[in-house]
């Protein structure tokens, strides 16, 4: 067994050191308990006590978070960890270059960025080809940065229009029995996409931009015999399409456009016997030249930390099953 090491950082002010443990020192036992070191304070010296290799991983990931402190970064538990799990591997490294790309800037001036590897490589094939699939789970991003990208696009030029678009799966409910004209009964389907919006540009600007038919958001079913052209177009929640409705879909787009398919495998409400649009799609194109395929996964989470472990549990729970089968 190896013997302990001592690690010190020297830190610039208490209010750094405030931030970095964080109410209670949640931040700060988190590293403790995920590396198995002691880590205290005396004055502005963080003083790290443990297995050397463990200490010097805290060391690093200590400092990184330091450094989102000054860049003013939020370090949430799920960022925490994750950047004990990078550090672990030795991709300290990745852990600056995921948090320096500012995708956007919303409406109210936050900086929307990559948070894991898998957002960065996503956002990554994004730029570099016309046609990008996204599969994983919630919360892993998708659809938010996909939107926040059409925006960025807009804003330069480089579309004159953003075209947002879902299938309308009835999950339990008719929407013939729903009251309301149409417009009124698919708008529960839309609402996450029109949130989105109101996030990114404001509802203000969200409204004078439809008005004007720069953001069109409209059931799937609204896109048959078009042509979208000079158009960012994303397909969001795509396991529910059929393959007839994605087929359908992926011919649509135009010269000029860009087109962003998201959506999560594990969470298709088509009836019993009806295959993923998406699945199908993924396995057909995977080969095809300016298509991009992105996988993420609970690592990607960037919700509530128990969010993640709710994924890896089903996760763990469907490979079990499969397994028996």
Do not use: C, W
Not at 118 to 123: A, C, D, H, P, S
Not at 157 to 185: C, H, M, N, S, Y
Not at 190 to 207: N, Q
Not at 213 to 219: T, Y
């Amino acid at each position: 067994m190896s013997e302990a090491a001592q690690r010190k950082i020297e830190v610039e002010s208490i209010e750094i050191l405030t931030e970095l443990f964080g109410p209670y020192d949640e931040n700060i036992d988190i590293i403790r308990k995920e590396l198995g070191v002691e880590i205290f304070q005396r004055d502005t010296v963080l003083v790290i006590n443990g297995d050397p290799v463990k200490a010097a991983l805290a060391e690093t990931v200590i400092n990184k978070l330091i450094m989102m402190i000054e860049r003013r970064e939020r370090i949430e538990h799920t960022r925490i960890r994750y950047a004990i799990e990078l550090a672990s591997e030795g991709n300290a490294d990745l852990i600056d270059r995921i948090m320096q790309d500012v995708i956007a800037v919303t409406y109210r001036g936050k900086q929307i960025k990559s948070k894991t590897i898998g957002q960065k490589n996503y956002v990554d094939a994004i730029k570099k080809n016309t046609v990008t699939f996204a599969v994983g789970p919630a919360g892993t991003g998708k659809t938010y940065l996909a939107m926040a990208m059409a925006v960025v696009a807009y804003k330069n030029k480089e579309v004159e229009r953003i075209i947002l678009t879902r299938p309308a799966v009835e999950a339990g409910e008719k929407l013939g029995f729903l009251p309301g004209d149409l417009q009124t009964k698919v708008d529960p389907y839309l609402r996450p996409l029109y949130d989105a919006m109101y996030d990114l540009v404001g509802a203000e600007a969200y409204a004078r931009m439809q008005e004007k038919g720069i953001v069109e958001v409209a059931p799937l079913a609204y896109m048959r015999g078009r042509t979208l052209q000079d158009s960012f177009i994303i397909l969001d929640e795509a396991q529910n399409t059929t393959s007839e409705q994605m087929k359908m879909f992926l011919t649509r787009f135009g010269y000029g456009s860009k087109v962003v398919v998201t959506g999560d495998v594990t969470q298709v409400d088509l009836p019993q016997g009806k295959k993923s649009g998406l699945v199908e799609a993924v396995d057909v194109l995977k080969n095809v030249q300016d298509i991009a395929i992105v996988t993420l996964s609970h690592r990607d989470v960037i919700r509530h930390e128990l969010v993640q472990n709710i994924v890896k549990a089903y996760d763990k729970y469907e490979k079990t099953r499969n397994h028996q089968r």
